[in-house]
């Protein structure tokens, strides 16, 4: 019979799975799978979203040119290459759909971030996929692997899932190597947590480069993951065809905003990397002793594996950190099964999981 039949390239994608937020039977939950911000919003963004949900009845700015406005001046950056969009994902998959297509190829590292393969593939192009080594992002594998069909490179610095970062001088060394026809997109998501002086943003390249993108959201640090809000910074060749091809009104009214408040309480977020600078450490140490295998992180997150010497498996700790309200990331979409995920939580949370990781232990 005939049907309508989806493009083909279609067939083999599946759907992005975020991180999950109830448990059945436990009513108190701390969800620690998304790598939000615990602290919540500041009250002067509750404010804004009070205030601000007064207009939805009409139609948002199509240009964001309050929150653009805003991203310039806090950033002195230029309003005319900014984007916004309904979460920095957005701005990813609208960077594939514009410069990949069929007999293409984008490369990613081995253990980055799930949206990237999937805008990748959205497209209808080839993943590649660069070796890491001790959950590292290699420059020279990526090196390696380009050939005549490469068309864009997706970096996440530092990367979700590993936490891990790659130096400002192996980024440029990347940059400096590479055909001026591939787009390097550097997504900058987590960078409100990094405190290593290897480590700089990708903007202050732009300007100079037509070939370099980086993105940036409001879902982490700035604790707005659920108004869905990210930005990317372009040239100005990508700028014009990224606004061709986006939605027009794929910030909301609301979202806009609030992002603008969220961006003038600095305090707030401030406050978030302290709290993250605690706990981040404290944890990581935690999760040591108890014979865990951390991997050093510049993020809100701790990626760990249950090594072989432990008498149990992640699935296990999953299970049981969730019979106390704790939800973890499972890594099998990742290809890391014997892995997990966790965000650093507010105080009670992480208190709750240290004690929840020793009574397993015991
Ligand atoms: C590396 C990285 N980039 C981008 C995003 C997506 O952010 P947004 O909420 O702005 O779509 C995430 C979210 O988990 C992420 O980990």
Known sequence: MNKPIPNNFLNDLKPYKGGASSINGVDKIFKLSSNENPLGPSESVINA??????????????????????LSQFYSINAKNIICGCGSDEILHLLARAYLSGNDEAI?????????????????????????????????????????????????????????????????????????KILLIIDEAYIEYVNDNNYSSFISLIEDNNNIVVTRTFSKAYGLAGLR???????DEVINVLGRLRIPFSVNSTAQKVAVAAVNDQNHILKSIEHNNLWLPKITKELDSLGYLTIPSNCNFILFQVSNNLSFDANHVFDYLCSKGLILRQMHEYNLPDFLRVSIGND?????LIKSLKELSQ
Request: charge should be neutral; glycine fraction near 2%.
């Open 348 to 352: 009670e949370a992480n208190n709750l």
């Open 49 to 70: 979203y009070n205030e601000a949900i007064k207009d939805i009845t009409v139609y948002p700015d199509p240009s964001n040119s309050l929150l653009i406005k805003k």
């Open 108 to 180: 990613v590292s081995e253990n980055s971030f799930a949206v990237y393969p999937l805008a990748i593939q959205a497209s209808g192009a080839r993943i590649v996929r660069a070796k890491e080594i001790n959950f590292q992002t290699q420059i020279n594998s990526i090196l390696d692997l380009i050939n005549n069909s490469t068309k864009m490179i997706f970096i996440a610095n530092p990367n979700n899932p590993t936490g891990t970062m790659v130096s400002y001088e192996d980024l440029i060394n990347l940059h400096k190597n590479l055909p001026s």
């Open 229 to 235: 809000v990210g930005w990317a910074y372009c040239p």
